[in-house]
């Protein structure tokens, strides 16, 4: 139980054009997810955390108008990278933490953003 | 953000060696979990360990928490050559808040 399905795995698009990625939770209603960006070789960093039916709340630093986070329903979240450029290439990991158990979070398996 | 250092940066060990790996965090936590990811891929979880434990086993996994020093440890012991990957330690501060990723470990076993 407490999966999240993402999509795509993998995106290529054109400098200037928009990517939208979709992290849905499949057997739980996921009321807050959490948008995480790695680079290679680095660590997991988070973007920001959506809540259903309110406005995300950004990381600092992390542009909010580049990053756009839909999360209209329980269980889907969306990322939409605007105006993409080479250097937003990197892996986009979604979270999110699940109920009954406080501490348990599943992640959706990426999506690997390469912008030319 | 990120909550700390995690050391080793890289660890490079034989088949059959025990890898220790070391992660320290900045502020107060209700859960420490480690993870594990291969080259590319997602994350998994490998455990966890409650804000008010000491140590926890799981197969050839240890972990220790150390609230006082706010560090944890994680010990892989008789390592495999399927265990070459990045992990990472993760806190979160409180029930349902995002987890805080350390900056990772990568391991390499040779066999």
């Known amino acids: 139980g407490a999966v999240v399905s993402q999509h795509p795995s993998r995106v290529i698009c054109k400098s200037g054009t928009s990517v939208k990625i979709e992290c849905r939770s499949l057997?739980?209603?996921?009321?807050?997810m959490f948008w995480y960006r790695q680079f290679p070789k680095q660590s997991l960093m988070l973007m920001a955390t959506?809540?259903?039916?309110?406005?995300?709340?950004?990381e600092q630093g992390v542009e909010k108008d580049k990053f756009l986070i839909n999360h209209a329903s329980l269980t889907l979240s969306t990322l939409t990278v605007t105006s993409a450029h080479p250097e937003d290439s990197s892996f986009y990991i979604c979270?999110?933490?699940?109920?009954?158990?406080?501490?348990?979070?599943?992640f959706g398996s990426g999506t690997r953003l390469t912008v030319v | 953000s990120q909550q700390g250092e995690e050391d080793p940066q890289a660890l490079s060990i034989q088949e059959g060696e025990n890898a220790t790996m070391n992660c320290s965090y900045k502020?107060?936590?209700?859960?420490l979990q480690w993870y594990r990811q291969n080259s590319g891929r997602g994350l998994v979880h490998l455990i966890l360990?409650?804000?008010?434990?000491r140590e926890k086993h799981s197969g050839r996994l240890r972990v220790t928490l150390d609230t006082s020093k706010k560090s944890s440890s994680l010990l892989i012991t008789a390592s495999r050559a399927a265990d070459t990957a990045s992990y990472f330690c993760?806190?979160?501060?409180?029930?349902?808040?995002?987890?805080?990723f350390g900056k990772g470990t990568t391991l390499s076993v040779s066999s």
């Open positions: 979270s999110a933490a699940y109920g009954g158990r406080l501490d348990g979070y599943t």
């Open positions: 057997d739980f209603q996921a009321t807050t």
């Open positions: 959506s809540n259903e039916g309110s406005k995300a709340t950004y």
């Open positions: 502020t107060s936590i209700n859960n």
């Open positions: 360990i409650r804000s008010n434990e």
């Open positions: 993760a806190t979160d501060g409180q029930a349902g808040t995002a987890l805080i």
